[in-house]
């Protein structure tokens, strides 16, 4: 009997001889019955036996229910792809897939990336980038102040006084961060990117800018003639200072950047000897390279947090 229920590979049969052991004309059943004739030995090991078969029905039971859970597991493969509802994948937001572009270029002329507080004091602001109080250059740009007398940083300027008063020259860095200015229509927004080149060594010049902005542009925007025009400037923090304008798909001139080596007066700010260190700074809109790049044309939907647009938009 032992080795029977061993053997027995269905539920259903186990059941069936379950039943003939110990249903109520089972086998067991009416051996429990006649007990009351037999001696006492005779009654023990009877006992024994029907314990013992219950015990072994019970362990073949559970065996075979386990068998038959995993094979209905194995058959009911899970197949994730069914009916399953389209997601929204999250992408990159302009600004940030442009950033991981520019960054990657900057970084590979060289510059290291820096970014700085957004709320800045005026020395790294202003002051140390050659503009004191008073002077009119403060006007070009509509300055947020704050109660405590500093502003909302508004030029990412700011970063490579920051930058080579930590490090001194030479250095090679790029700022990037939020900049902020009392402006607002469809090309201007109270916040706006910024980002800002420096390389300062012992022999850095003009053609070293046009260069490495001419590189830059065309990997970019991956194009190969690029035709760049540069206008003189006035910046308080370079001299002589240029603007940087391009070349849009043959058509018209769009300005896209202000240049110039910088002041020494902006060195001597940092404790960098104009004498013996001299170099170039470059300061862009990040904004407006990305809509460029990617055909957007209002500023502050980049900023609306609107997914339908930006969707729209390709993002
Ligand atoms: N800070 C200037 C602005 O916000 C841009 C700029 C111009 C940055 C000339 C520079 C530079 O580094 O050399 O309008």
Redesign the pocket.
Known sequence: MQEQIKKINTLEELQALYTATFGKNGTMTARLKEMKNMDNDARAAINRENVELRELFKIRQAELENAAMMAGLQKQKLDVSLNKEPENAGTLHPITRSLVDIAGILESFGYEMWTGPEIEDDWHNFTALNTPEYHPARD??DTFFLENGNVMR????AI?IRSMEKKGAPIKMFGIGA?YRKEMDATHGPMFH?I???YIDKNVTMADLIGDVKEFLKRFFNINDLELRIRPSY?P??EP?IEIDMKWQGKKWLEL????M?HPNVLRNCNINPEEYQG?????GWDRLAMLKYGLNDLRKMFDGDVRWLKNAGF
Do not use: D, N, R
């Open positions: 070009m740009q508004t030029q990412t300027s490579q900049t910024q800002e080149g420096l910046f923090f370079t200072s950047m202000g240049a110039g910088v170039f700074a470059f300061g862009f």
